[in-house]
């Protein structure tokens, strides 16, 4: 897979906006969207356009169908949830955009039976994403409570190759390393030294790198290094350290 070929087109879909449009009017924030019939069409909508945007691995797309992204925003996001735009999860804390989704995965160009480490689990979407798509995932957040919630909410769905823990991203998971794959949900300013070390040869990590504005990168490992490419510029979340903050939200 060339990620040169994944740049983005830059078209949006009408029709599922005014279909998206029709649906906050009709249905009340309260109700349970998973009693409602059009959600699986709602998220075939969903990927059909992230489809038109250059994204083409068909498990990636059957994996984005398959999750109730609805189910991992408040309840008062959840109208919007199949729109292709980011949701507010609160404490400065948001679930990305399904295409940004779709596209770092398919980026991590996944086996069935590789072993990935996911620095930001947020709500556990993007989690969920990975879990239909490689063996096992393991996934850290810095938000003790965010941590809590998402493990809950991935073993309420059924995601049973998943574990979670709160920590500090940088540090990685090193008991559990090497893994065939690393992601970052977050930027940080520079690459961590100890996410490459936990990376085995041949891998692939898929992260947002800068401050204020980043590049999207795929970095593969090397017995000689690392060789990396930039893919798209992306305004991601900054990466937090430990020290720099409560894992507390307040």
Do not use: C
Request: hydrophobic share 40%; proline share 8%; aromatic share 6%.
């Amino acid at each position: 897979m060339n990620p040169k070929s994944l740049r983005p087109k830059i078209l949006r879909s009408a029709s599922l906006a005014a279909l998206l449009a029709v649906m906050a009017i009709t249905l009340p924030a309260a109700k349970s969207l998973a009693q409602d019939e059009s959600l699986p069409d709602l998220r075939r909508s969903m990927v059909d356009e992230i489809r038109t945007r250059g994204v083409a691995d068909s498990r990636v797309l059957d994996a984005m169908v398959a999750v109730p992204r609805h189910d991992f925003v408040p309840a008062s996001q959840r109208p919007k949830a199949y729109e292709d735009s980011t949701l507010s999860l609160g404490h400065g804390q948001t679930v990305y955009q399904p295409y940004i989704v779709a596209l770092m995965t398919e980026l991590l160009d996944l086996g069935p039976s590789d072993k990935v480490l996911e620095i930001g689990t947020g709500s556990g979407y993007h989690t969920a994403v990975l879990s239909r798509v490689a063996g096992r995932v393991y996934s850290m957040e810095i938000i003790e409570q965010f941590a809590r919630d998402a493990r809950r909410r991935l073993d309420r769905l059924g995601y049973n190759n998943v574990e979670v823990r709160a920590g500090d991203g940088y540090q990685g998971w090193p008991e559990a390393a090497p893994f065939d794959a690393i992601i970052l949900t977050a930027a940080p300013p520079e690459l961590p030294q100890s996410l490459v070390d936990q990376l085995r040869v041949g891998g692939k990590m898929v992260a947002p790198v800068g401050e204020f504005f980043q590049d999207l990168r795929v970095i593969k490992k090397t017995r000689d290094g690392i060789e990396t490419e930039s893919v798209i510029p992306v305004r991601l979340q900054p990466m937090e350290r430990q020290e720099n903050r409560s894992l507390v939200p307040p």
